[in-house]
């Protein structure tokens, strides 16, 4: 088994490439995925989060109200620690469950927005960032998710810096370009973790 950690600043391209080596054959632990799973009505994650930040941050339905939860965490780097206290623990003992299930042979993709800024680059054999400019991802999130650019900033500057990320990288996929240009790439990277 190959471990691998991708990772990616918000609006790299990153879920792009994971879904892309998906189609290859990867096993994927989505990271946010699993997020979400852990703060679902009835979870003790859901509990946990309520009792941190009190019942405004459900939804009239009882789920979690992401958006308004967002708002709060993203402008605030203690209320976004409690968060992570919360649901890391949770999305860790998850992810771990997924790769146990894994066989021998695969190369199993742990997709994680927040590696860099969490240390967790050792946990894998190999880490691979998708990069884009600053410039590029706030475009992204703008003109294809229809984000506000105060929200977006807000969110970048949360994350760890291009820098940081590059610095753990063992292989980095430029997704600056257009689309067409990232699938030559993610296809090499491939064929690098199936030798590994």
Same mark, same amino acid.
């Given at each position: 088994?190959?471990?691998?950690?991708?990772?990616?600043?918000?609006?790299?391209?990153? =879920?792009?490439?994971?879904? %892309?080596?998906? =189609?290859?054959?990867?096993?994927?632990?989505?990271?946010?995925?699993?997020?979400?799973?852990?703060?679902?009505?009835?979870? *003790?994650? @859901?509990?946990?989060?309520?009792?941190? $930040?009190?019942?405004?941050?459900? &939804?009239? #339905?009882?789920?979690?109200?992401?958006?308004?939860?967002?708002?709060?965490? $993203?402008?605030?780097?203690?209320?976004?620690?409690?968060?992570? +206290?919360?649901?890391?623990?949770?999305?860790?003992?998850?992810?771990?469950?997924?790769?146990? =299930? &894994?066989? *021998? #042979?695969?190369?199993?993709?742990?997709?994680?927005?927040?590696?860099?800024?969490?240390? %967790?680059? *050792?946990?894998? #054999?190999?880490?691979?960032?998708?990069?884009?400019?600053?410039?590029?991802? @706030?475009?992204?999130?703008?003109? %294809?998710?229809?984000?506000?650019?105060?929200?977006?900033?807000?969110?970048?500057?949360?994350?760890?810096?291009?820098?940081?990320?590059?610095?753990?990288?063992?292989?980095?996929?430029?997704?600056?370009?257009? %689309?067409? +240009?990232?699938? *030559?790439?993610?296809?090499?990277?491939?064929?690098?973790?199936?030798?590994?």
């Amino acid at each position: 088994m190959v471990k691998v950690g991708l990772t990616g600043g918000i609006g790299a391209g990153k =879920s792009e490439v994971s879904r %892309l080596l998906a =189609s290859y054959g990867a096993v994927i632990v989505d990271a946010d995925k699993i997020a979400r799973e852990v703060v679902e009505p009835g979870t *003790p994650g @859901l509990a946990a989060v309520v009792e941190e $930040f009190g019942a405004e941050v459900l &939804a009239a #339905d009882g789920t979690l109200d992401r958006p308004k939860l967002g708002a709060v965490v $993203f402008s605030d780097q203690e209320k976004l620690k409690a968060l992570n +206290a919360i649901v890391h623990p949770l999305v860790g003992t998850r992810s771990a469950e997924l790769e146990a =299930s &894994a066989g *021998p #042979d695969a190369v199993v993709v742990h997709d994680v927005p927040l590696l860099t800024e969490n240390g %967790l680059a *050792p946990l894998y #054999d190999l880490v691979v960032v998708v990069d884009a400019t600053p410039q590029t991802q @706030l475009d992204r999130l703008v003109r %294809l998710r229809g984000m506000a650019e105060d929200e977006v900033r807000r969110r970048m500057a949360a994350q760890a810096t291009r820098e940081e990320r590059l610095a753990i990288a063992d292989l980095v996929i430029d997704n600056d370009g257009p %689309l067409e +240009a990232l699938e *030559p790439q993610v296809r090499e990277v491939w064929e690098r973790l199936r030798g590994a």
